[in-house]
């Protein structure tokens, strides 16, 4: 099949069609090894319309908000001459792993199964090859780099990703505090920051108040200095289900009862089967971990107990 360049060049113009488009990932089901082209999810598709400069994301566990924002700058970095994207994150492996979706996705490019796809990949490794190819930096001809590792102080990016700022934040309060010293203030004026984490640390934690600052801003006009709070509950996740099976403990239907009068929240009985039994094997950790409603991201683990202050953010 001949692609010309026109073609091509329609394909590529358009960043809505590379993001739905273009990239290629591991499923997360990775029996075989084998790449697939990534789908864009509700939630990301949500947060990619409602993004913001500063972006503050507490989130369930596996909803694809790190693997999103990694082939985002992915994109911004081989598009865009001197973009300089970086991720930082709580473990340095970890924050090799993210850098490691970005180099999957550029080198299955040219085998894409839909060959308009690959041939769209084949013109742009032949317009900017890759310069430089190591475990935290990504480099290419175009003068851009995507780097990753547990902080970030030198130059200027464009795009700074936070992953597991909660935990970083309550488990190495130093560490975070040499985040948000270094690389939060190493944005420059027009760059975007995209903290996404599960929330971990009570008050007083650095993670803790970005989220009370983005909390502030619901439903208030925002400035490109201030955080914008996004939310998206462990039910986006469409494996989060337990098909014939129930919910069974008094405490579970009573939580259902307040989530559909309080929030109006409806799920399929076989949702909240999963849930409970998420439940029962996280405890407390739940709220955290696979938060149904935005206030629990920060409930404190004391039973009964919720920081004060809080209201609902909804989830779509």
């Known amino acids: 099949m001949t692609i010309t360049p026109k073609q091509i060049a329609e394909c590529l113009a358009s ?13 997360e089901d990775d029996a075989d090894g084998g790449m697939v082209p990534f789908v864009l999810r509700a939630e990301q598709e949500q947060y990619l319309r409602e993004r913001h400069s500063r972006n ?4 369930a566990r596996k909803l694809g908000m790190s ?12 598009t865009t001459p001197k973009t300089h994207c970086a991720h930082v994150d709580f473990k340095e492996d970890d924050a090799f792993k993210k850098l490691d979706i970005a180099r999957a996705a550029w080198k299955a490019g040219p085998t894409h199964p839909n060959p308009v796809i690959a041939a769209c990949w084949r013109h742009i490794h032949k317009a900017n090859t890759m310069t430089g190819d190591a475990a935290g930096c990504l480099q290419w001809a175009n003068g851009s780099k995507q780097e990753a590792g547990t902080s970030f102080m030198g130059g200027t990016p464009r795009r700074l990703h936070w992953s597991e700022a909660g935990p970083m ?7 975070a505090r040499k985040v948000k010293r270094g ?11 995209d903290i996404e984490t599960t929330m971990e640390g009570g008050e007083g934690t650095i993670a803790r108040d970005i989220f009370d600052l983005a909390l502030s801003m619901v439903g ?4 490109r200095m201030d955080w914008k ?37 409806q799920l399929p009985a076989s949702r909240w089967a999963w849930y409970e039994k998420k439940k029962a094997e996280q405890k407390d950790d739940i709220w955290t971990q696979f938060p149904t409603v935005a206030h629990e991201c920060v409930r404190s683990i004391v039973s009964g107990q919720i920081f004060p202050g809080m209201v609902t953010v909804k989830s779509n």
């Open 15 to 27: 960043k809505d069609w590379r993001m739905r488009n273009l990239y290629q990932i591991l499923p």
């Open 183 to 193: 690389s939060l203030n190493a944005i420059g004026a027009n760059g975007v920051i």
């Open 169 to 175: 934040s309550a488990q190495a309060p130093d560490r």
């Open 56 to 59: 503050m994301t507490p989130k």
């Open 220 to 223: 208030k006009p925002l400035t």
């Open 229 to 265: 709070l996004h939310f998206f509950p462990w039910f986006g996740h469409p494996s989060y289900d337990l098909p014939g099976h129930g919910p069974e403990k008094p405490e579970t239907l009573a939580y259902i009862r307040e989530m559909q009068e309080k929030h109006a929240i």
């Open 67 to 78: 693997t999103l924002i990694v082939l985002d700058y992915l994109d911004e970095a081989i």
